[in-house]
T-cell receptor, first 115, second 110 residues
Framework: AQSVTQLDSQVPVFEEAPVELRCNYS??????LFWYVQYPNQGLQLLLK??????LVKGINGFEAEFNKSQTSFHLRKPSVHISDTAEYFC?????????????FGTGTRLTIIP | NAGVTQTPKFQVLKTGQSMTLQCAQD?????MYWYRQDPGMGLRLIYY???????DKGEVPNGYNVSRLNKREFSLRLESAAPSQTSVYFC?????????FGPGTRLTVT
């Protein structure tokens, strides 16, 4: 079984400042990792995913994340945030066994951009 | 493509009433999921269906039933609603590990 810990429930950031949202996972097997974004009153949308290969993955809207196997982390970063980035962000993990597509989600981080 | 659609968008029930939440996808995906989202708890898996004709329990299945009517449709039924089932419900479907989500149903049980 896997688990995901998002260390910050809320992160306020000034507009145009950098941001890092932290995610740590626990698993006894190799994993796939994901970041999803949820804008107010909407469903979840995939930001980026790590399946294999390069540990630095780039996603939509200028976000990127780095997979660190030794620290079991997958932190999300953006060098300069915009008001439109205000949303809730969820880290998720699945084990990469064939045929298993179930996700385990973290509890979410609410990102608030301050003008 | 409409993607994943859910009906209704909002619903208020009294304790003990029953209802069915509908979900459909037009992407020809094999796997479909039902989640509930509660403040501070992220998304928790209720039931999933790896293919047409199969369903399995997730993390929080008590009080719910599901039907995979065909490849497109996956419904969630509350037989006797309880206030603890007040939540936002999301349906999702999957292709190659990436999940696509519907817009959600906000359910209040009084």
């Amino acid at each position: 079984a896997q688990s995901v810990t998002q260390l910050d429930s809320q992160v306020p950031v000034f507009e145009e400042a950098p941001v890092e949202l932290r995610c740590n996972y626990s698993s006894s097997v190799s994993v796939y990792l994901f970041w999803y974004v949820q804008y107010p009153n909407q469903g979840l949308q995939l930001l980026l995913k790590y399946l294999s290969g390069s540990t630095l993955v780039k996603g939509i809207n200028g976000f990127e994340a780095e997979f660190n196997k030794s620290q079991t982390s997958f932190h999300l970063r953006k060098p300069s945030v915009h008001i439109s980035d205000t949303a809730e962000y969820f880290c998720a993990v699945s084990d990469n066994s064939f045929g298993n597509e179930k996700l385990t989600f973290g509890t979410g981080t609410r990102l608030t951009i301050i003008p | 493509n409409a993607g994943v659609t859910q009906t209704p968008k909002f619903q208020v029930l009294k304790t003990g009433q029953s209802m069915t939440l509908q979900c459909a996808q037009d992407m020809n995906h094999n796997s479909m999921y039902w989640y509930r989202q509660d403040p501070g708890m992220g998304l928790r898996l209720i039931y999933y269906s790896a293919s047409e004709g199969t369903t399995d329990k997730g993390e929080v299945p008590n009080g719910y039933n599901v039907s995979r009517l065909n490849k497109r449709e996956f419904s969630l039924r509350l037989e006797s609603a309880a206030p603890s089932q007040t939540s936002v419900y999301f349906c999702a479907s999957t292709v190659r590990v990436e999940q696509y989500f519907g817009p959600g149903t906000r359910l209040t049980v009084t």
